[in-house]
Protein backbone atom coordinates (compact mmCIF):
# COMPACT_ATOMS: atom_id res chain seq x y z
CA UNK A 1 0.00 0.00 0.00
CA UNK A 2 1.51 3.52 -0.74
CA UNK A 3 1.41 6.33 1.88
CA UNK A 4 0.15 8.96 -1.77
CA UNK A 5 -0.07 11.92 0.89
CA UNK A 6 3.17 11.86 2.38
CA UNK A 7 4.59 14.76 1.04
CA UNK A 8 1.49 16.97 1.77
CA UNK A 9 -2.00 17.35 0.77
CA UNK A 10 -1.36 13.93 -0.63
CA UNK A 11 -1.72 15.59 -4.59
CA UNK A 12 1.17 18.17 -5.30
CA UNK A 13 2.89 17.08 -8.40
CA UNK A 14 6.29 18.55 -8.81
CA UNK A 15 7.70 19.11 -12.62
CA UNK A 16 10.94 20.14 -12.13
CA UNK A 17 13.96 19.14 -10.16
CA UNK A 18 16.90 20.30 -7.93
CA UNK A 19 19.85 20.52 -8.68
CA UNK A 20 21.53 17.03 -8.54
CA UNK A 21 24.13 16.09 -5.95
CA UNK A 22 25.92 15.05 -8.99
CA UNK A 23 25.78 13.84 -13.02
CA UNK A 24 25.56 10.26 -11.51
CA UNK A 25 22.47 11.09 -9.10
CA UNK A 26 20.81 13.31 -12.14
CA UNK A 27 18.41 10.83 -13.51
CA UNK A 28 17.52 9.28 -10.22
CA UNK A 29 17.11 12.94 -8.67
CA UNK A 30 14.89 13.87 -11.21
CA UNK A 31 12.34 10.76 -10.69
CA UNK A 32 12.55 11.82 -6.76
CA UNK A 33 12.04 15.51 -7.72
CA UNK A 34 8.81 14.15 -9.52
CA UNK A 35 7.42 12.52 -6.51
CA UNK A 36 7.66 9.10 -8.90
CA UNK A 37 9.44 7.56 -5.75
CA UNK A 38 9.46 3.93 -7.06
CA UNK A 39 11.23 4.40 -9.59
CA UNK A 40 14.04 6.65 -8.11
CA UNK A 41 14.05 3.94 -5.73
CA UNK A 42 15.26 2.04 -8.53
CA UNK A 43 17.46 3.93 -9.75
CA UNK A 44 19.30 4.83 -6.59
CA UNK A 45 19.43 1.20 -6.05
CA UNK A 46 21.77 1.08 -9.33
CA UNK A 47 24.15 3.40 -8.07
CA UNK A 48 24.40 1.17 -4.98
CA UNK A 49 25.37 -1.17 -7.22
CA UNK A 50 27.60 0.27 -8.95
CA UNK A 51 29.59 1.31 -6.07
CA UNK A 52 28.47 4.85 -6.13
CA UNK A 53 26.75 5.02 -2.49
CA UNK A 54 26.99 7.92 0.03
CA UNK A 55 25.16 9.41 2.43
CA UNK A 56 22.81 11.67 0.01
CA UNK A 57 22.15 8.26 -1.85
CA UNK A 58 21.44 6.46 1.16
CA UNK A 59 19.27 8.75 2.65
CA UNK A 60 17.05 9.24 -0.80
CA UNK A 61 16.79 6.13 -1.56
CA UNK A 62 15.49 5.23 2.32
CA UNK A 63 12.86 8.57 2.17
CA UNK A 64 11.40 6.78 -1.62
CA UNK A 65 10.87 3.89 0.38
CA UNK A 66 9.28 5.74 3.28
CA UNK A 67 7.13 7.96 0.91
CA UNK A 68 5.64 4.87 -0.33
CA UNK A 69 5.10 3.08 3.38
CA UNK A 70 7.68 0.01 2.59
CA UNK A 71 8.70 0.88 6.13
CA UNK A 72 10.65 -2.74 6.04
CA UNK A 73 13.10 -1.42 3.43
CA UNK A 74 13.11 2.16 4.70
CA UNK A 75 14.34 0.83 7.46
CA UNK A 76 17.15 -0.92 6.33
CA UNK A 77 18.98 2.55 4.90
CA UNK A 78 17.86 5.07 7.11
CA UNK A 79 20.02 2.60 9.46
CA UNK A 80 23.06 3.70 7.19
CA UNK A 81 21.95 7.34 7.35
CA UNK A 82 22.01 7.79 11.34
CA UNK A 83 25.15 6.18 11.70
CA UNK A 84 26.77 9.75 9.76
CA UNK A 85 27.62 12.53 12.67
CA UNK A 86 26.29 14.72 9.67
CA UNK A 87 22.96 12.45 9.46
CA UNK A 88 19.83 15.05 8.75
CA UNK A 89 17.68 14.85 12.26
CA UNK A 90 14.36 14.52 9.92
CA UNK A 91 16.18 11.31 8.84
CA UNK A 92 16.89 10.07 12.20
CA UNK A 93 13.12 10.85 12.81
CA UNK A 94 11.72 9.16 9.71
CA UNK A 95 14.14 5.85 10.56
CA UNK A 96 12.36 6.08 14.40
CA UNK A 97 9.17 6.06 12.49
CA UNK A 98 9.74 3.27 10.48
CA UNK A 99 11.07 1.25 13.81
CA UNK A 100 7.97 2.05 15.21
CA UNK A 101 5.90 0.68 12.17
CA UNK A 102 7.86 -2.32 12.24
CA UNK A 103 6.87 -3.24 15.81
CA UNK A 104 10.43 -2.08 17.13
CA UNK A 105 9.48 0.08 20.18
CA UNK A 106 12.59 -0.52 22.27
CA UNK A 107 14.70 1.15 18.98
CA UNK A 108 12.04 3.68 18.41
CA UNK A 109 12.69 5.28 21.88
CA UNK A 110 16.42 4.87 21.20
CA UNK A 111 16.55 7.10 18.27
CA UNK A 112 13.74 9.45 19.07
CA UNK A 113 15.82 10.36 22.04
CA UNK A 114 18.71 11.04 19.66
CA UNK A 115 16.56 12.81 17.37
CA UNK A 116 15.19 14.77 20.83
CA UNK A 117 19.43 15.65 21.28
CA UNK A 118 19.67 16.84 17.58
CA UNK A 119 16.41 19.21 18.17
CA UNK A 120 15.81 19.26 21.94
CA UNK A 121 13.20 22.60 21.20
CA UNK A 122 10.95 20.41 18.85
CA UNK A 123 7.62 19.71 19.95
CA UNK A 124 7.77 16.18 18.77
CA UNK A 125 10.90 16.04 21.00
CA UNK A 126 9.21 17.65 24.06
CA UNK A 127 6.36 15.47 23.75
CA UNK A 128 8.23 11.92 23.55
CA UNK A 129 10.85 12.79 26.06
CA UNK A 130 7.63 13.52 28.55
CA UNK A 131 6.65 10.21 27.90
CA UNK A 132 8.93 8.28 26.09
CA UNK A 133 7.19 4.74 26.52
CA UNK A 134 3.62 5.47 25.82
CA UNK A 135 3.15 3.49 22.32
CA UNK A 136 2.70 0.27 24.87
CA UNK A 137 0.04 2.75 26.77
CA UNK A 138 -1.93 3.45 23.92
CA UNK A 139 -1.63 0.02 22.73
CA UNK A 140 -2.59 -1.88 25.55
CA UNK A 141 -6.05 0.58 26.48
CA UNK A 142 -8.89 -1.38 25.34
CA UNK A 143 -10.06 -0.42 21.58
CA UNK A 144 -13.09 2.01 21.94
CA UNK A 145 -13.61 1.21 18.46
CA UNK A 146 -14.31 -1.40 15.91
CA UNK A 147 -13.12 -0.59 11.91
CA UNK A 148 -15.15 -2.58 9.25
CA UNK A 149 -14.25 -2.38 5.82
CA UNK A 150 -16.77 -0.91 3.69
CA UNK A 151 -16.16 -3.68 0.57
CA UNK A 152 -19.24 -2.51 -1.60
CA UNK A 153 -17.21 0.96 -2.12
CA UNK A 154 -13.70 0.20 -1.98
CA UNK A 155 -11.68 -0.59 -5.08
CA UNK A 156 -8.39 -1.94 -5.64
CA UNK A 157 -7.25 1.71 -6.19
CA UNK A 158 -6.86 4.48 -3.58
CA UNK A 159 -10.10 5.04 -1.27
CA UNK A 160 -10.64 7.74 1.32
CA UNK A 161 -11.90 10.67 3.21
CA UNK A 162 -15.88 9.67 3.38
CA UNK A 163 -18.43 11.68 4.18
CA UNK A 164 -22.68 11.51 4.54
CA UNK A 165 -25.21 14.15 3.12
CA UNK A 166 -28.68 12.97 3.44
CA UNK A 167 -28.15 9.45 2.10
CA UNK A 168 -25.14 10.07 -0.35
CA UNK A 169 -21.41 8.95 0.51
CA UNK A 170 -18.93 11.43 -1.08
CA UNK A 171 -15.43 10.38 -1.19
CA UNK A 172 -12.21 10.41 -3.38
CA UNK A 173 -11.11 7.56 -5.44
CA UNK A 174 -8.15 6.28 -7.72
CA UNK A 175 -10.95 3.77 -9.84
CA UNK A 176 -11.33 6.35 -12.82
CA UNK A 177 -8.94 4.27 -15.25
CA UNK A 178 -9.48 6.71 -18.43
CA UNK A 179 -7.62 9.29 -16.46
CA UNK A 180 -3.72 9.31 -17.09
CA UNK A 181 -1.73 7.35 -14.00
CA UNK A 182 -0.07 9.72 -11.22
CA UNK A 183 3.73 8.72 -10.68
CA UNK A 184 3.71 8.56 -6.87
CA UNK A 185 1.66 5.12 -7.13
CA UNK A 186 1.18 4.74 -10.99
CA UNK A 187 -3.32 4.81 -10.13
CA UNK A 188 -4.96 7.00 -11.76
CA UNK A 189 -5.42 10.67 -10.70
CA UNK A 190 -8.19 10.69 -8.37
CA UNK A 191 -11.73 12.02 -8.29
CA UNK A 192 -14.65 12.73 -6.11
CA UNK A 193 -17.59 9.60 -5.58
CA UNK A 194 -20.74 9.75 -4.61
CA UNK A 195 -22.45 6.18 -3.49
CA UNK A 196 -26.30 5.92 -2.01
CA UNK A 197 -27.41 4.61 1.30
CA UNK A 198 -29.21 1.07 0.26
CA UNK A 199 -30.98 -0.81 3.04
CA UNK A 200 -27.78 1.06 5.16
CA UNK A 201 -25.14 0.02 2.83
CA UNK A 202 -23.22 2.22 1.08
CA UNK A 203 -23.19 0.97 -2.46
CA UNK A 204 -22.73 2.14 -6.31
CA UNK A 205 -20.66 4.64 -6.70
CA UNK A 206 -20.82 7.09 -9.47
CA UNK A 207 -18.64 9.94 -10.70
CA UNK A 208 -19.83 13.61 -8.87
CA UNK A 209 -22.16 15.12 -11.13
CA UNK A 210 -21.06 19.10 -12.45
CA UNK A 211 -18.03 20.81 -13.14
CA UNK A 212 -15.80 19.61 -10.07
CA UNK A 213 -13.80 16.59 -11.41
CA UNK A 214 -11.14 17.29 -14.33
CA UNK A 215 -8.21 15.67 -15.10
CA UNK A 216 -6.17 15.86 -12.74
CA UNK A 217 -6.82 15.23 -8.92
CA UNK A 218 -9.74 16.31 -6.51
CA UNK A 219 -10.72 14.84 -3.23
CA UNK A 220 -11.80 15.64 0.39
CA UNK A 221 -15.23 17.10 -0.44
CA UNK A 222 -17.66 18.52 2.60
CA UNK A 223 -21.40 19.99 2.14
CA UNK A 224 -22.52 22.76 3.84
CA UNK A 225 -25.81 22.16 5.90
CA UNK A 226 -28.05 23.30 3.79
CA UNK A 227 -26.99 21.67 0.88
CA UNK A 228 -25.69 24.36 -1.85
CA UNK A 229 -22.37 24.31 -1.19
CA UNK A 230 -19.16 22.15 -1.56
CA UNK A 231 -15.88 22.34 -0.50
CA UNK A 232 -13.19 20.49 -2.06
CA UNK A 233 -9.41 20.24 -3.02
CA UNK A 234 -8.07 19.79 -6.65
CA UNK A 235 -4.17 20.72 -8.52
CA UNK A 236 -3.42 23.96 -8.66
CA UNK A 237 -5.96 24.06 -12.02
CA UNK A 238 -8.35 26.49 -12.62
CA UNK A 239 -10.56 27.65 -15.44
CA UNK A 240 -8.27 25.44 -17.81
CA UNK A 241 -4.98 27.27 -16.21
CA UNK A 242 -2.45 24.46 -14.63
CA UNK A 243 0.08 26.53 -12.31
CA UNK A 244 3.53 26.08 -11.04
CA UNK A 245 5.47 27.17 -7.93
CA UNK A 246 8.95 28.80 -8.85
CA UNK A 247 10.50 25.58 -8.54
CA UNK A 248 7.93 23.91 -10.82
CA UNK A 249 5.66 22.31 -8.11
CA UNK A 250 1.89 21.82 -8.86
CA UNK A 251 0.21 22.54 -5.63
CA UNK A 252 -2.99 21.72 -4.08
CA UNK A 253 -5.82 25.03 -3.98
CA UNK A 254 -8.82 24.91 -2.26
CA UNK A 255 -11.95 25.62 -4.27
CA UNK A 256 -15.75 25.64 -4.11
CA UNK A 257 -18.57 24.82 -6.23
CA UNK A 258 -22.36 25.75 -5.79
CA UNK A 259 -25.13 23.15 -6.57
CA UNK A 260 -27.09 24.23 -9.54
CA UNK A 261 -30.49 23.10 -10.72
CA UNK A 262 -29.81 20.79 -13.74
CA UNK A 263 -25.48 21.50 -13.87
CA UNK A 264 -25.00 19.55 -10.87
CA UNK A 265 -21.82 21.19 -8.68
CA UNK A 266 -20.84 23.81 -11.02
CA UNK A 267 -19.35 27.65 -10.48
CA UNK A 268 -15.98 26.84 -9.35
CA UNK A 269 -14.81 29.12 -7.55
CA UNK A 270 -11.47 29.64 -5.97
CA UNK A 271 -10.27 30.72 -2.46
CA UNK A 272 -8.76 33.76 -1.95
CA UNK A 273 -5.75 32.29 0.23
CA UNK A 274 -5.16 30.15 -2.74
CA UNK A 275 -1.57 30.39 -4.03
CA UNK A 276 0.56 28.72 -6.52
CA UNK A 277 3.29 28.84 -4.07
CA UNK A 278 1.80 26.86 -1.02
CA UNK A 279 -0.48 24.46 -0.72
CA UNK A 280 -3.97 24.72 0.55
CA UNK A 281 -6.94 21.88 1.05
CA UNK A 282 -8.48 19.50 3.15
CA UNK A 283 -11.25 21.24 4.42
CA UNK A 284 -14.10 20.74 7.22
CA UNK A 285 -17.06 22.92 8.15
CA UNK A 286 -17.40 23.90 12.31
CA UNK A 287 -21.30 22.64 13.51
CA UNK A 288 -23.15 26.03 12.42
CA UNK A 289 -21.08 26.66 9.13
CA UNK A 290 -19.58 29.96 9.99
CA UNK A 291 -16.14 28.55 10.29
CA UNK A 292 -14.09 26.57 7.01
CA UNK A 293 -11.24 24.69 8.59
CA UNK A 294 -8.19 23.26 5.85
CA UNK A 295 -4.83 22.55 6.00
CA UNK A 296 -1.68 24.30 4.94
CA UNK A 297 2.01 25.39 4.29
CA UNK A 298 1.64 28.33 3.73
CA UNK A 299 4.57 30.60 5.33
CA UNK A 300 4.26 31.77 9.32
CA UNK A 301 3.59 28.28 10.02
CA UNK A 302 4.54 25.97 12.55
CA UNK A 303 5.20 22.66 11.00
CA UNK A 304 5.58 20.62 7.29
CA UNK A 305 1.77 21.35 7.40
CA UNK A 306 -0.89 22.99 9.89
CA UNK A 307 -4.32 23.29 10.53
CA UNK A 308 -5.97 26.17 9.93
CA UNK A 309 -9.34 28.17 10.39
CA UNK A 310 -11.49 31.02 8.30
CA UNK A 311 -14.84 32.74 8.98
CA UNK A 312 -17.79 32.12 6.68
CA UNK A 313 -19.26 35.75 6.25
CA UNK A 314 -23.34 35.97 5.74
CA UNK A 315 -22.55 36.25 1.97
CA UNK A 316 -20.53 33.33 1.70
CA UNK A 317 -17.29 35.12 1.26
CA UNK A 318 -14.39 34.00 3.62
CA UNK A 319 -12.41 35.93 6.09
CA UNK A 320 -8.38 35.71 6.88
CA UNK A 321 -7.16 32.22 7.94
CA UNK A 322 -5.94 31.64 11.29
CA UNK A 323 -3.58 28.78 12.02
CA UNK A 324 -4.95 26.94 15.73
CA UNK A 325 -2.59 27.21 18.24
CA UNK A 326 0.75 25.15 19.09
CA UNK A 327 -1.25 22.77 21.37
CA UNK A 328 -2.32 21.21 17.79
CA UNK A 329 0.19 22.29 15.44
CA UNK A 330 3.51 20.22 15.83
CA UNK A 331 6.58 20.53 13.67
CA UNK A 332 5.59 17.32 11.38
CA UNK A 333 2.03 17.30 9.60
CA UNK A 334 -1.21 17.96 11.15
CA UNK A 335 -3.85 17.24 8.36
CA UNK A 336 -7.31 15.59 7.98
CA UNK A 337 -9.74 17.75 10.18
CA UNK A 338 -13.07 17.44 11.21
CA UNK A 339 -15.29 19.05 13.45
CA UNK A 340 -18.10 16.95 14.92
CA UNK A 341 -21.61 18.45 16.09
CA UNK A 342 -20.32 18.51 19.47
CA UNK A 343 -17.50 20.95 18.17
CA UNK A 344 -14.83 18.49 18.83
CA UNK A 345 -11.77 18.30 16.52
CA UNK A 346 -10.54 15.31 14.94
CA UNK A 347 -7.61 15.26 12.52
CA UNK A 348 -4.45 13.20 11.58
CA UNK A 349 -0.93 13.75 12.98
CA UNK A 350 2.26 12.28 12.47
CA UNK A 351 4.19 14.40 15.28
CA UNK A 352 1.89 14.30 18.13
CA UNK A 353 2.66 10.88 19.87
CA UNK A 354 0.71 7.77 17.79
CA UNK A 355 1.64 4.32 16.89
CA UNK A 356 1.68 4.14 13.24
CA UNK A 357 2.56 7.21 10.73
CA UNK A 358 -0.21 8.50 10.82
CA UNK A 359 -2.57 8.53 13.62
CA UNK A 360 -6.12 10.30 14.51
CA UNK A 361 -6.45 12.87 17.75
CA UNK A 362 -9.25 14.55 19.34
CA UNK A 363 -9.06 17.83 21.21
CA UNK A 364 -12.58 19.15 22.68
CA UNK A 365 -13.72 22.43 22.15
CA UNK A 366 -12.81 24.88 25.07
CA UNK A 367 -14.37 28.17 24.00
CA UNK A 368 -13.11 30.06 20.85
CA UNK A 369 -9.66 27.32 21.14
CA UNK A 370 -9.40 23.42 21.51
CA UNK A 371 -8.08 21.62 24.62
CA UNK A 372 -5.76 18.91 24.98
CA UNK A 373 -4.89 16.34 22.52
CA UNK A 374 -5.51 12.72 23.08
CA UNK A 375 -4.69 9.95 20.58
CA UNK A 376 -8.20 7.75 19.33
CA UNK A 377 -5.59 3.84 20.41
CA UNK A 378 -6.37 1.37 18.79
CA UNK A 379 -9.22 0.44 16.66
CA UNK A 380 -9.42 3.40 14.84
CA UNK A 381 -5.23 4.13 14.80
CA UNK A 382 -3.03 0.79 13.52
CA UNK A 383 0.62 0.56 13.18
CA UNK A 384 0.14 2.21 9.56
CA UNK A 385 -1.16 5.40 8.16
CA UNK A 386 -5.09 6.40 9.57
CA UNK A 387 -6.93 9.69 8.31
CA UNK A 388 -9.98 11.31 7.75
CA UNK A 389 -11.60 10.39 10.10
CA UNK A 390 -15.52 11.67 10.52
CA UNK A 391 -17.70 10.82 13.65
CA UNK A 392 -21.41 10.94 14.47
CA UNK A 393 -21.25 11.53 18.58
CA UNK A 394 -25.22 10.75 18.39
CA UNK A 395 -25.40 7.55 16.33
CA UNK A 396 -21.55 6.83 17.51
CA UNK A 397 -20.25 5.69 13.97
CA UNK A 398 -18.44 7.23 11.48
CA UNK A 399 -15.18 6.45 9.43
CA UNK A 400 -11.77 6.58 8.96
CA UNK A 401 -9.50 5.76 6.19
CA UNK A 402 -6.46 3.56 6.24
CA UNK A 403 -3.28 1.92 4.28
CA UNK A 404 -3.77 -0.81 7.10
CA UNK A 405 -2.83 -4.70 6.34
CA UNK A 406 -6.05 -6.64 5.06
CA UNK A 407 -7.59 -3.50 2.88
CA UNK A 408 -8.89 -3.18 -0.79
CA UNK A 409 -6.86 -1.38 -2.42
CA UNK A 410 -3.90 1.14 -1.10
CA UNK A 411 -5.62 3.20 0.82
CA UNK A 412 -9.64 1.94 2.06
CA UNK A 413 -12.47 3.58 4.06
CA UNK A 414 -13.59 1.98 7.27
CA UNK A 415 -16.97 2.07 8.79
CA UNK A 416 -16.13 2.47 12.57
CA UNK A 417 -17.98 2.09 15.68
CA UNK A 418 -17.96 2.70 19.40
CA UNK A 419 -17.60 -0.30 21.16
CA UNK A 420 -18.79 -0.62 25.08
CA UNK A 421 -15.81 -1.44 27.02
CA UNK A 422 -15.29 -5.02 28.11
CA UNK A 423 -14.88 -6.48 31.44
CA UNK A 424 -11.03 -5.52 32.63
CA UNK A 425 -8.90 -7.29 34.96
CA UNK A 426 -5.48 -5.12 36.24
CA UNK A 427 -2.55 -6.84 36.65
CA UNK A 428 -0.03 -5.43 38.99
CA UNK A 429 3.71 -6.94 38.90
CA UNK A 430 6.21 -6.65 41.16
CA UNK A 431 9.98 -7.63 40.15
CA UNK A 432 12.34 -8.51 42.83
CA UNK A 433 15.88 -10.33 43.06
CA UNK A 434 15.55 -13.38 44.27
CA UNK A 435 18.11 -13.51 47.25
CA UNK A 436 17.50 -9.83 48.91
CA UNK A 437 13.64 -9.30 48.15
CA UNK A 438 15.09 -5.60 46.71
CA UNK A 439 12.50 -4.12 44.06
CA UNK A 440 14.59 -4.34 40.70
CA UNK A 441 14.12 -0.52 39.18
CA UNK A 442 13.82 -0.80 34.92
CA UNK A 443 13.09 -4.28 34.32
CA UNK A 444 10.52 -5.26 31.24
CA UNK A 445 8.01 -6.89 31.71
CA UNK A 446 6.08 -8.23 28.29
CA UNK A 447 2.56 -9.70 28.69
CA UNK A 448 1.53 -13.04 26.72
CA UNK A 449 -1.65 -14.52 26.10
CA UNK A 450 -1.51 -18.26 26.12
CA UNK A 451 -1.01 -18.37 22.53
CA UNK A 452 1.92 -16.38 22.68
CA UNK A 453 1.00 -13.32 21.49
CA UNK A 454 2.92 -10.43 23.43
CA UNK A 455 0.11 -8.05 24.18
CA UNK A 456 1.58 -5.32 26.20
CA UNK A 457 5.22 -4.47 27.37
CA UNK A 458 6.29 -2.41 30.72
CA UNK A 459 8.83 -0.79 32.46
CA UNK A 460 9.05 -1.14 36.58
CA UNK A 461 9.60 2.09 38.22
CA UNK A 462 11.14 2.79 41.48
CA UNK A 463 9.17 0.95 43.09
CA UNK A 464 10.17 -2.53 41.09
CA UNK A 465 6.28 -2.10 39.89
CA UNK A 466 4.08 -2.30 36.80
CA UNK A 467 0.69 -2.18 36.33
CA UNK A 468 -1.54 -3.56 33.26
CA UNK A 469 -4.83 -3.55 31.94
CA UNK A 470 -6.65 -6.83 29.68
CA UNK A 471 -9.39 -8.55 29.66
CA UNK A 472 -11.51 -10.76 31.92
CA UNK A 473 -11.54 -14.36 32.22
CA UNK A 474 -8.17 -15.31 30.41
CA UNK A 475 -5.22 -16.88 31.64
CA UNK A 476 -2.00 -14.61 31.33
CA UNK A 477 1.66 -15.48 31.42
CA UNK A 478 4.17 -12.23 32.37
CA UNK A 479 8.03 -12.45 31.47
CA UNK A 480 10.26 -10.36 33.26
CA UNK A 481 13.82 -9.29 31.73
CA UNK A 482 16.74 -6.98 32.59
CA UNK A 483 20.75 -7.29 31.97
CA UNK A 484 22.68 -9.05 35.14
CA UNK A 485 19.85 -11.00 35.87
CA UNK A 486 18.13 -14.32 34.25
CA UNK A 487 15.21 -13.66 33.11
CA UNK A 488 12.08 -15.22 34.65
CA UNK A 489 8.41 -15.19 34.18
CA UNK A 490 4.93 -16.30 35.92
CA UNK A 491 1.56 -17.12 35.48
CA UNK A 492 -1.45 -15.52 36.11
CA UNK A 493 -4.33 -17.47 36.49
CA UNK A 494 -8.04 -15.98 34.98
CA UNK A 495 -10.03 -12.99 36.96
CA UNK A 496 -13.21 -11.29 36.52
CA UNK A 497 -13.26 -7.78 37.24
CA UNK A 498 -10.80 -7.30 40.28
CA UNK A 499 -6.96 -6.81 40.33
CA UNK A 500 -4.59 -9.28 41.03
CA UNK A 501 -0.88 -9.13 41.98
CA UNK A 502 1.77 -11.25 40.74
CA UNK A 503 5.70 -11.33 41.91
CA UNK A 504 8.58 -12.31 39.66
CA UNK A 505 12.02 -13.38 41.38
CA UNK A 506 14.93 -12.70 39.17
CA UNK A 507 18.57 -14.34 39.95
CA UNK A 508 21.90 -12.81 39.64
CA UNK A 509 22.83 -13.56 35.55
CA UNK A 510 25.66 -15.72 36.64
CA UNK A 511 23.61 -18.70 38.41
CA UNK A 512 22.92 -19.86 35.26
CA UNK A 513 27.06 -20.60 34.48
CA UNK A 514 27.27 -24.11 36.13
CA UNK A 515 31.42 -24.62 35.39
CA UNK A 516 31.72 -24.51 31.64
CA UNK A 517 27.84 -24.54 30.40
CA UNK A 518 25.66 -22.03 30.30
CA UNK A 519 22.08 -23.99 31.66
CA UNK A 520 18.74 -23.02 30.34
CA UNK A 521 15.37 -24.10 30.05
CA UNK A 522 14.50 -26.57 27.11
CA UNK A 523 14.47 -24.48 24.21
CA UNK A 524 10.74 -25.67 22.39
CA UNK A 525 10.72 -25.44 18.67
CA UNK A 526 7.25 -26.70 16.87
CA UNK A 527 7.87 -30.30 15.44
CA UNK A 528 10.04 -29.87 12.28
CA UNK A 529 10.56 -26.22 12.38
CA UNK A 530 13.82 -24.26 13.33
CA UNK A 531 12.05 -20.65 13.78
CA UNK A 532 12.47 -18.93 17.13
CA UNK A 533 9.40 -18.97 19.09
CA UNK A 534 8.59 -16.49 21.69
CA UNK A 535 9.30 -18.88 24.35
CA UNK A 536 13.18 -19.91 22.86
CA UNK A 537 13.67 -16.27 22.18
CA UNK A 538 13.15 -15.60 25.91
CA UNK A 539 15.69 -18.48 27.02
CA UNK A 540 17.91 -17.13 24.80
CA UNK A 541 18.51 -13.35 25.61
CA UNK A 542 19.45 -15.13 28.82
CA UNK A 543 22.56 -16.29 26.99
CA UNK A 544 23.00 -12.78 25.38
CA UNK A 545 22.85 -11.22 28.72
CA UNK A 546 25.84 -13.35 29.57
CA UNK A 547 27.94 -12.65 26.63
CA UNK A 548 26.98 -9.04 27.18
CA UNK A 549 28.11 -8.74 30.38
CA UNK A 550 31.35 -10.91 29.41
CA UNK A 551 32.88 -9.21 26.14
CA UNK A 552 35.50 -12.10 25.73
CA UNK A 553 33.35 -14.83 26.34
CA UNK A 554 32.91 -17.49 23.20
CA UNK A 555 30.11 -19.90 23.28
CA UNK A 556 29.74 -23.29 21.38
CA UNK A 557 26.20 -24.15 20.48
CA UNK A 558 25.29 -27.80 20.10
CA UNK A 559 21.56 -28.72 19.06
CA UNK A 560 20.60 -32.84 19.66
CA UNK A 561 17.42 -34.91 18.69
CA UNK A 562 15.20 -37.63 19.38
CA UNK A 563 15.66 -41.18 17.97
CA UNK A 564 12.36 -40.52 16.13
CA UNK A 565 12.92 -39.78 12.60
CA UNK A 566 15.56 -40.93 10.34
CA UNK A 567 18.87 -40.22 11.10
CA UNK A 568 19.88 -38.03 8.05
CA UNK A 569 16.41 -35.67 8.34
CA UNK A 570 17.33 -35.25 12.20
CA UNK A 571 20.92 -33.95 11.44
CA UNK A 572 19.94 -31.98 8.84
CA UNK A 573 17.00 -30.76 11.35
CA UNK A 574 19.59 -30.31 14.28
CA UNK A 575 21.73 -28.22 12.12
CA UNK A 576 19.21 -25.69 10.91
CA UNK A 577 18.48 -25.38 14.70
CA UNK A 578 21.36 -24.77 15.75
CA UNK A 579 22.17 -22.05 12.85
CA UNK A 580 18.48 -20.26 13.81
CA UNK A 581 19.82 -20.09 17.39
CA UNK A 582 22.97 -18.70 16.37
CA UNK A 583 21.57 -16.17 14.23
CA UNK A 584 18.84 -14.99 17.09
CA UNK A 585 21.73 -14.47 19.16
CA UNK A 586 23.86 -12.48 16.49
CA UNK A 587 20.43 -10.41 15.79
CA UNK A 588 20.93 -9.19 19.47
CA UNK A 589 23.99 -7.50 19.22
CA UNK A 590 26.53 -10.42 19.68
CA UNK A 591 29.46 -11.46 17.05
CA UNK A 592 29.02 -13.65 15.47
CA UNK A 593 32.97 -14.63 15.95
CA UNK A 594 31.76 -15.50 19.53
CA UNK A 595 29.39 -18.16 18.09
CA UNK A 596 29.77 -21.73 16.96
CA UNK A 597 27.03 -23.97 16.22
CA UNK A 598 26.22 -27.33 14.97
CA UNK A 599 23.95 -30.23 14.89
CA UNK A 600 24.49 -33.78 15.68
CA UNK A 601 21.30 -34.95 14.88
CA UNK A 602 21.21 -38.28 17.41
CA UNK A 603 24.30 -39.33 17.69
CA UNK A 604 25.22 -37.62 21.14
CA UNK A 605 22.28 -39.00 23.25
CA UNK A 606 22.01 -37.82 27.11
CA UNK A 607 20.64 -40.96 27.70
CA UNK A 608 20.74 -44.19 25.00
CA UNK A 609 17.79 -45.54 24.80
CA UNK A 610 17.41 -46.25 21.02
CA UNK A 611 14.34 -47.47 20.07
CA UNK A 612 12.93 -48.43 23.96
CA UNK A 613 12.88 -44.41 24.84
CA UNK A 614 10.38 -43.12 27.45
CA UNK A 615 8.85 -39.93 26.63
CA UNK A 616 10.98 -38.48 29.30
CA UNK A 617 13.91 -40.39 28.05
CA UNK A 618 13.11 -38.63 24.58
CA UNK A 619 13.12 -35.37 26.32
CA UNK A 620 16.15 -35.18 28.11
CA UNK A 621 17.45 -36.49 24.35
CA UNK A 622 15.77 -33.34 22.87
CA UNK A 623 18.10 -30.91 23.58
CA UNK A 624 20.31 -27.51 23.17
CA UNK A 625 23.48 -27.02 25.03
CA UNK A 626 25.50 -24.01 25.31
CA UNK A 627 29.26 -24.75 26.07
CA UNK A 628 31.71 -21.80 27.27
CA UNK A 629 35.11 -22.24 25.37
CA UNK A 630 36.24 -19.32 26.24
CA UNK A 631 36.05 -17.14 29.03
Sequence with gaps: MKKIYTIFLLLAVSTSFVTAQNSKTKKADKLYANLAYTDAAEAYQKLLKRGDGDLYVFERLANSYYFINDTKKA????????????ANPEAVYNYAQTLKANGKFSDYNTYMKQFASMKPNDTRAKDFMKNPNYVPQIIENMARYTATNMEEINSKYADFGGIVYGKDFYFASGRNTSRKKYQWNEEPYLD??????????????????????TKYHESNAVISADGKRMYFDRNDYFEGDYDKSEEGVNQINLYYAEQIAGKGWSGIVSVPFNSDEYSVGHPALSPDGKTLYFVSDMPGGKGMSDIYKTSINADGTLGTPQRLGDNINTEGKELFPYVDSNGTLYFSSDGHLGIGGLDVFMAETQGSSFGTVSNLGSGVNTSDDD?????????ETGYVSSNRKGGKGSDDIYMVKAVEIPCVVKINVMVVNEYTKAPIVGARVDLYDTMENKLSTKTTGADGKATFETACDQEHELQAV??????????VASANDET????????????????????????????????????AAFELDKVVSIMTKYPNMEIDIASHTDFRGKDEYNLALSERRAQSTRQYIISKGIDGKRLTAKGYGE???????????TEEEHQLNRRSEFTITKR
Design 75 to 86: ETYYKRVVKSKD
Design 192 to 213: LYKATDVGGTMKNPVLVDGDVN
Design 387 to 395: FAYKYDPAT
Design 482 to 491: ISDFESNATK
Design 500 to 535: VSATISLRPIEEIIVEDKIVLNPILFDLDKSNIKPQ
Design 603 to 613: TKPRVACGDNC
